[in-house]
Structure formats: structure tokens, C-alpha cells
């Protein structure tokens, strides 16, 4: 596995509560990492926000990058939600309270925090039948998304207004490193919490990248039997074992799926291991659909799906989990396995190229956005 790279800058250090301004001018400006177009990332000077009726001031201070970050920079898209104009990138991270707007009790600055990033847009009233599944609904606002115009920036940045109703305290013992990662731990604990009960039970986590290596851990966390990861590399796989794997299995490398598996988490989003994940699931098993398939038609072998009868359900971000990571966080659930690379915020770049890059060695990329 490839081991923890600190990219720093001479002499930078980490800030360990909201930051201090300078004088004039530059007290009133920030940095924000932001997408312009396909393969057009810059960091960018922005006036600092300032907190509004309800909302929050954070100063910011780590961010994972995301399947999606990468996308919006080397595509200009993810999934169906295309850049109309530039975009500040980023949906997982934490920081501190650094001031409070009209109207916001119960929070106090200086405190850790992360944020759940998504606000519902209209009424949020859902049909009975998915009464409570916001992540269901169908107009929500993320950050660092491009599917609403204006789009709604994230919070790669140095400072961030967000909704107080967003904010999500930091259990104590819980560093802001780690609660940048509640977000991705959240969809995890949602994929899981889609099967009733895991305990005792053998899986399979198809695809061991940073959400895989998620489901490993939100797996054994939620009393999984044998957990069994397989991946095209060796170093995803190494970290998905110390996340938590019993077995891996390197499919570059001959080796095969295991069969008769109770419940299978496909994560790769590959449409080319729909057969074989089928093949893998037991009769009368549960094959949960994480990784994100494309928008458009592909060819696929399903037929296994009718005659083994299995249960193929899906899995889209979370709803409160967030909650829920917090909690396992709190209670020792380590994810420092995961981490393998970190950069200060004026090289997002070069971060992204490492996150997107297989042969990097990468599991989770993050920037630290209070050094620059």
C-alpha cells in the first residue's frame, strides 16, 4: 500500500482554529479551489462570505476528493449535470465555527464541525411510500454540484457560509481530518443499512476504492461475518484489508469471485462486472448496486437475476448516516487506513491527478484548506 504523502509547502503549518486575518483588504479575501471547464482547475481569489440570517461561517480545513470532483475537472460533467459555469468543487469536508449569523443559537464558534451537504429545494414533501428517503427527493442542491444553474458551489475553500440546519458538531476525540470523511462513511452506512441485518453474514465488496474500502468498514462495523474485497490493484486492496477484509481477491492478477455469497456490495460501477457479480451472489441473495453505473445503455449478462432470483436493489448517497459515521467515529472507527495522500489547497491539482490516477497507488486524497 502505498504510505501517507504529506505534499506541504515550506514552512506551511497546519491551523488548528479558525485562522487569523491579515490586515486591509486581504482580510476580506479567500481562496477557493474551482473548476472553469474540462481540464481547467485554478485556485481562485473570492471575496470572503459572510454569514447571513440562519446561517454559518466555517473555516475550512480538510477536504476528500470525490469520483465527482474528478469528473466536473477532466470532463466538465458528472453523471448528467454538466458545467454552465465556473464551480467550486468539493462535498466532503470539515472545519471550525468562525462566526455565527442573525438568528443561529445553539452553536458556538471555535468548534468543530462537518456538514451534510445536501438541502432540499421546494416543499420536501415525498409520496407515503418513500416518506423519510430525502435522499430520494427529486430537486436537492449538493455541494460542489453543477446539476442546478446557478450550481451550487462546495466547499474546497478556505472559508464557506452553510445552513446552520447543516451543520453536524464533531464528537470530541474526532479531528476535522477525520470528520471530512463522515460524508463518504455516510453513503457506506446507508449502502449497508439497505440489507436488514448483516450480522454473522458473508459478503463480498466488488471494487475497493475509497467507497468500497467504506463498505468494508461500514460492514465489519455492523457485525458482518466474513467480508471478502475484490479489485483490479493491489494497493486498494491492501488498504481494503486494513479496513477491515477478510479475504481479497486480485482479479488482475487470475484471481476469481467467490460464489454462494449472501449479500454482494458492487462498488466499481463497471457494467462489465454486473454478470459476474450475479454469478457471485448466492440464490435467493442480495446484490446491492453502490458504484454509480453510467446514463446511457450498456451491454450486461443479467439473466442470473431471474433464475436465482436475487434481490438487486440500489443505494444513492444517504439520509441522515452522516449522524450515524459521526457516531462510529466517535466509538473508535478507524479510517487513517484510507488516507494515503495529502495536499495543501493551492496544489488541488496536483491532487486530483493523483486521486484519479490507478497507478498511484491512491485510496483518499485529501486537502488541507487552511494551509496554502
Not at 462566526?99 to 468548534?111: H, I, Q, S, Y
Not at 459521526?326 to 491527478?353: K, M, N, S
Request: aromatic residues 4%; glycine residues 14%; negative net charge.
Amino acid at each position: 500500500m502505498t504510505g501517507i504523502t504529506e505534499a506541504r509547502h515550506a514552512g506551511a503549518a497546519a491551523t488548528e482554529g479558525p485562522r487569523a486575518g491579515g490586515s486591509g483588504a486581504a482580510q476580506h479575501r479567500m481562496r477557493s479551489v474551482v473548476v472553469h471547464g474540462p481540464g481547467d482547475l485554478r485556485v481562485d481569489e473570492r471575496a470572503r462570505p459572510v454569514p447571513g440570517e440562519g446561517e454559518v461561517l466555517l473555516a475550512m480545513e480538510w477536504g476528500g476528493i470525490c469520483g465527482s470532483d474528478i469528473a466536473y475537472w477532466r470532463k466538465g460533467a458528472s453523471g448528467t449535470a454538466a458545467l454552465a459555469h465556473p464551480l467550486v468543487l468539493g462535498h466532503e469536508v470539515a472545519g471550525r465555527i468562525a462566526a455565527l449569523g442573525p438568528g443561529v443559537t445553539g452553536l458556538e464558534e471555535g468548534r468543530p464541525v462537518t456538514v451534510h451537504p445536501a438541502r432540499l429545494v421546494g416543499d420536501g414533501v415525498l409520496p407515503p411510500r418513500i416518506a423519510g428517503r430525502t435522499n430520494l427527493y427529486p430537486h436537492v442542491r449538493y455541494f460542489g454540484s453543477a446539476a442546478f444553474t446557478p450550481h451550487t458551489d462546495g466547499g474546497f475553500s478556505e472559508y464557506r457560509t452553510v445552513r446552520a440546519e447543516q451543520i453536524r458538531p464533531l464528537p470530541a476525540g474526532v479531528s476535522t481530518e477525520q470528520g471530512a470523511l463522515a460524508e463518504p462513511l455516510a453513503v457506506a452506512l446507508h449502502a449497508v443499512g439497505r440489507v436488514p441485518d448483516l450480522r454473522g453474514r458473508t459478503i463480498l465488496v466488488n471494487g475497493a476504492g475509497p467507497i468500497g474500502c467504506l463498505v468494508v468498514a461500514a460492514a465489519r462495523h455492523c457485525g458482518a461475518g466474513t467480508v471478502i474485497a475484490a479489485d483490479l490493484t493491489a494497493p486498494a486492496l491492501a488498504i481494503a484489508h486494513a479496513m477491515g477484509a477478510d479475504e481479497t481477491r486480485d482479479l488482475a492478477r487470475g484471481d476469481v469471485l467467490p460464489q454462494d455469497v449472501d449479500v454482494v456490495f458492487e462498488v466499481s460501477g463497471a457494467p462489465a462486472a454486473l454478470g459476474p457479480v450475479l454469478r457471485a451472489t448466492a440464490r435467493g441473495g442480495t446484490l446491492v448496486q453502490v458504484g454509480n453505473l453510467p446514463g446511457e445503455a450498456v451491454p450486461a449478462v443479467l439473466g442470473d437475476l431471474v433464475t436465482r432470483e436475487i434481490a438487486w436493489i440500489g443505494s444513492y448517497r444517504f439520509v441522515e448516516e452522516i449522524d450515524d459515521a459521526l457516531l462510529a467515529l466517535r466509538d473508535g472507527l478507524d479510517l487513517t487506513p484510507l488516507i494515503t495522500h495529502r495536499f495543501p489547497l493551492t496544489r488541488a491539482e496536483e491532487a486530483l491527478a493523483v486521486a484519479a490516477d490507478p497507478a498511484s497507488g491512491s485510496g483518499k486524497v485529501m486537502l488541507n484548506l487552511s494551509e496554502v
